[in-house]
């Protein structure tokens, strides 16, 4: 709450709080965080906005997301680039939506991306097979997951054009109360 | 469903002249630009073709023209009901061909409802939207059609002005002008929703803050909205401060990292109640500390008899050395305390304290600071299950099952290894069945398998039912015997030793938390020789049977105390003072019941895991059966409260004992229990929990206290209300008293007689509520109704678009034939 730190300035502090989930001790906290997957590359003062990219293979190495098997597609949604070499911007960002305050929408938007493996915008029957492959670590049989992925273009595409589209996915979404508890990382 | 459409991109066609659709200028973020630019390219031929032939008469797709589309079939249909099947039938089969021409799939592709979402642009455009609504809305009341969440730039409902075909610049200068003009926590509530990127939200900000200032100093502001503006911002930073607070307060935020991250969300809601109760029971403390507490414990009473000396036994039974302390109701004194009577308790304060001293009226105290904590706790636990039950409960009961299992059961929170593993073995079952289930649904059962199934649910919940009854009834006697035990020997002295005495007091906490530890357990045996079919079910039926003998056994002793223990008061010396008697009986409770959970923890889960381990040699430990350790946490609860009249520090007792709950149950889940190997649906088990909290639990507690205070005389010669009168009495009395001394409060009395003792007012107000809740279940009723409506609008609308792309598709196949259509057109024209 005192002033004492001299990595942001106030303006800096402000402006992160406005934007995301997280109170100013929430972002110091997971600046030292983001600090310590690479102390040498990551500047101590952040008030003359450096310019520093982490490497996908530092955050796909955090504790949080080392086992989970989706880790990559995380990365890659919420980095600029698109490849998972993530800024504290992105790291920020990726962490407020995926924590315990974001609504549903915002978080359902961003889950709809990370299912979406070949970024069309419509999660596709190819997107669900590599879905339920990474959810079962490949241990359901081809035809057991095309019976899933019919069953689930079935019930939730609404306008039947045999893909998801945002919407379809939102909808589905709003009808599953688990999913703010589930898509959810502590940190 | 309807048939699917087969837009398959990857065909070989498509790289031929196809733009990828992550192509940011193919993107379009409304209709309007996307009609002028198809306009502009294509030429005029294919609409041209199309007039053609709505113009001539004698053309064979004369019934095509008129069959625009299944939702307004009904209204056109010109020709007669077979010929509009038939060409419905024609047109699903040209939807299952592939050979969709070039600059098909070139439309398709840049379809509105395929680019929305994806560009930047267009989430701007979306939010320029959502600002303009919420600016719209707040100067006038919101009408139906607001509840639209869609991300398709609809152009019903929100005004021609939206439409525009601004390039994204002048969209984003729209939307800081949108966002300026709101209050600043709409501002920051849509600035934190906008699913765009962190650095892009910063600059929206800046720039909404820029144009802010700007405005700000041009315009001459009055003084007040001056003040008010930075008075919003003065709060909001204190508001800031204030979060920041209570989160660096973090209450075990590690460990429940450690547990939700090797168990998953379900485990975790477990330490996330017993978290919840903590803090309900941290504020009743707070509460009846500052108020009863701190003013008795400065003027302390007269002391009557000797305070006996401190043996251990104390801590347990509550009694001996604690028996006259703060702890208990009859410690509490029934007049006013002045600050300069000190020493001087039981005769009238002097004169001379009046003017200058401060006085506390005790009796006054006690009753409204208890009937206080009741309420705000109600007010707490209402509003906590209305929002639970509220994220919970969805209007529409549509079947998804399979789908929501797909992308809602990956626990993000499970980091260990191992527990990942679980987690996948367990979705991978979950699908299994469901999968199993849809294809062996149209499988009967026959009626004799139908029978016997009846048949052992009845006898289970027989057993069942008759082992609750049968243990209640032991209490009952039990209870009896104690309490003749104890008339008898307080009436003749007899030679038993004082601590024997004490000690027997712990019988009946002991019996009833065997009792509760013992019955779950032969429940657990009855369902598993029951066999259920389905999971939810199991837990339904075994948390429903935990729930009746507990809220039985609860029952009995309330009834065991409020009737016998009060009603011998006047019998006997030893029950003289029989409230601080049923508070030492509450301490004894909880107490007990702490020493009950811990050598349940050690032995039932250490013992059996390492038994597992080394006799049974398999690698399975046992699961932390989450309902029941819950229903205990909520049974320890509602003893807390019963014991908030008679021991105002019980609540402090309570905390002392979650605190180390919260330990043990840690450590012990640790290192002897395994991550649940079936699913677990934790807002709707949360939701149950709170609910149970409330309804059984608080209403239970809240009606004991209720008739205590109303109906039972309290006792001549201890705690704040001595006199042979119920504490309502007292307390009406000690108020009237105060009215007298004060006169200005007369018409608090007046208003008090005229509103809250009058019947009409009572019955017109309940009659309100009533309809208010009619009226809202009309609405939910309405609501659903229209999302049905808006179901089958997506569905034409996916018609519609099917159909407008196979014309399309055979419009431009038409041009590509030349003989017969030229000839036919040069005829027409």
């Known amino acids: 709450m005192g002033n004492k730190q001299t990595i942001f300035t106030a303006q800096q502090l402000d402006a992160y709080q406005d934007c995301t989930y997280f109170t100013r001790k929430e972002i110091l906290r997971l600046f030292y965080r983001y600090r310590d997957l690479a102390p040498q590359l990551v500047p101590l003062d952040y008030t003359n906005h450096p310019d520093v990219k982490l490497p996908y293979e530092l955050i796909g190495s955090m504790p949080e997301l080392k086992d989970n098997p989706f880790r990559q597609r995380i990365a890659e949604v919420f980095s600029e680039d698109g490849e998972g070499n993530m800024t504290l911007d992105n790291f920020l960002d990726m962490f407020s939506v995926l924590s315990e305050m974001a609504p549903r929408d915002l978080k359902a938007y961003y889950a709809f991306k990370i299912y979406d493996f070949n970024n069309d915008d419509f999660i596709c029957k190819s997107d669900l097979e590599k879905t339920l492959n990474k959810l079962t670590r490949n241990e359901l049989t081809e035809d057991e997951v095309k019976m899933v992925c019919e069953k689930v273009i079935d019930e939730a595409d609404l306008d039947n054009d045999g893909r998801l589209s945002l919407e379809d996915f939102q909808h589905m979404i709003n009808r599953a109360p688990d999913f703010l508890s589930t898509f959810h990382i502590r940190i | ?829």
């Open chain 2, 1 to 829: 469903m309807a048939h699917n459409v087969n837009f398959d991109l990857s065909h070989p066609r498509v790289e031929a002249g196809l733009e990828s659709p992550a192509d940011e200028e193919g993107v379009h973020d409304s209709f309007s630009q996307l009609i002028a630019e198809e306009s502009q390219k294509e030429g005029p031929s294919d609409a041209i073709e199309l007039q053609y032939q709505q113009r001539n008469p004698e053309d064979k797709d004369r019934d095509n023209v008129a069959y625009l589309s299944p939702s307004e079939n009904r209204r056109w249909r010109i020709g007669s009901d077979k010929t509009g099947e038939e060409d419905k039938g024609r047109q699903t089969d040209s939807l299952l061909k592939d050979s969709w021409s070039s600059a098909t799939l070139k439309i398709l592709s840049s379809m509105p409802s395929r680019t929305i979402g994806r560009s930047r642009g267009a989430i701007i455009s979306q939010y320029y939207n959502r600002t303009a609504e919420l600016r719209r809305r707040t100067q006038r009341r919101a009408s139906i059609k607001d509840f639209s969440r869609s991300a398709r730039p609809s152009i019903r409902g929100y005004g021609v002005e939206v439409d525009t075909t601004d390039s994204a610049e002048k969209k984003q200068e729209r939307l800081i002008q949108n966002l300026q003009n709101l209050s600043a926590v709409d501002r920051v509530r849509l600035l934190k929703e906008m699913p765009l990127n962190l650095s892009e939200k910063k600059s929206l900000r800046r720039l909404t803050l820029q144009m802010t200032k700007q405005t700000r100093s041009s315009s001459n502001l009055r003084c007040c909205s001056y003040l008010k503006f930075h008075i919003i911002l003065a709060l909001r930073h204190s508001w800031y401060n204030c979060l920041s607070f209570l989160h660096s307060l973090h209450l075990w935020q590690m460990p429940l990292k450690r547990v939700s991250g090797r168990f998953g969300s379900g485990v975790l809601s477990y330490f996330l109640f017993l978290k919840t109760l903590l803090f309900f029971n941290m504020f009743l403390f707070l509460v009846l500390g500052s108020f009863l507490v701190v003013p008795q414990a400065v003027y302390p009473p007269e002391q009557l008899e000797n305070r006996k000396s401190f043996t251990g036994l104390e801590l347990f039974t509550g009694g001996g050395y604690f028996a006259n302390t703060l702890l208990y109701y009859g410690y509490y004194s029934n007049h006013t305390l002045h600050s300069c009577s000190k020493n001087n308790i039981s005769s009238p304060p002097k004169p001379e304290c009046d003017s200058k001293s401060l006085s506390y009226n005790m009796p006054l105290a006690y009753f409204f600071t208890i009937g206080l904590s009741f309420f705000v706790t109600c007010i707490i636990l209402v509003y906590s299950m209305s929002k639970s039950f509220g994220q919970s409960f969805r209007i529409d009961k549509s079947n998804g099952m399979l789908a929501m299992k797909v992308f809602c059961s990956w626990d993000f929170k499970v980091i260990k290894r191992s527990s990942v593993r679980l987690l996948s073995e367990n979705i991978r079952t979950q699908l299994k069945e469901l999968l199993g289930e849809a294809h062996h649904r149209h499988i009967r059962s026959t009626i004799s398998d139908k029978l016997v199934r009846l048949v052992m649910h009845g006898l289970g919940w027989i057993l069942c039912i008759g082992a609750t009854a049968g243990c209640v009834a032991v209490i009952y006697y039990f209870s009896d015997y104690m309490h003749k035990e104890q008339l008898k020997s307080s009436q003749n002295d007899s030679g038993d030793p004082e601590l024997l005495k004490e000690a027997s007091l712990l019988a009946l906490p002991v019996l009833v938390s065997f009792i509760n530890l013992m019955l779950p357990i032969l429940f657990q045996f009855t369902a598993w020789m029951e066999k259920y079919n389905s999971p939810s079910l199991r837990t339904f039926v075994s948390l429903s049977r935990n729930l009746i003998l507990k809220v039985s056994v609860l029952g009995v002793l309330c009834f065991h105390w409020l009737k016998r223990v009060a009603g011998s008061a006047d019998n006997n010396k030893a029950f003289k003072c029989w409230e601080s008697f049923v508070g030492q009986e509450l301490y004894r409770f909880l107490i007990i019941d702490f020493i009950f959970t811990l050598l349940a923890t050690l032995f039932g889960e250490l013992l059996w895991r390492s038994f597992s381990d080394k006799v049974l040699k398999r690698n399975r430990r046992p699961g932390f059966d989450i309902a029941k350790n819950v229903l205990d946490l909520i049974y320890g609860q509602t003893l807390a409260w019963l014991g908030l009249l008679f021991a105002p520090l019980l609540p402090a007792v309570q905390i002392l004992k979650l605190l180390l709950l919260f330990y043990i149950k840690m450590s012990s889940v640790m290192m002897n229990c395994q991550a649940p190997s079936r699913a677990y649906r934790v807002s709707q088990m949360t939701t149950i929990f709170i609910t149970l909290l409330c309804f059984p639990s608080f209403l239970g507690a809240s009606v004991c206290v209720t008739y205590t205070m109303w109906r039972l005389p309290s006792s001549e010669s201890c705690g704040p209300f001595r006199g042979n009168k119920t504490m309502i009495q007292a307390g009406k009395q000690r108020i009237v008293e105060l009215v007298k001394e004060n006169p200005n409060l007369y018409f608090l009395a007046e208003a008090h007689t005229y509103l809250v003792e009058n019947p009409l007012v009572l019955f017109v107000g309940a009659t309100i509520f009533l309809i208010v809740i009619y009226f809202q279940s009309q609405v939910v009723d309405g609501q659903r109704k229209i999302i049905a409506l808006l179901q089958e609008q997506i569905e034409n609308e996916g018609e519609d678009k099917k159909f407008l792309i196979t014309r399309l598709q055979s419009v431009h196949e038409r041009k590509r034939t030349p003989a017969r259509n030229l000839t036919s057109q040069d005829s027409g024209c």
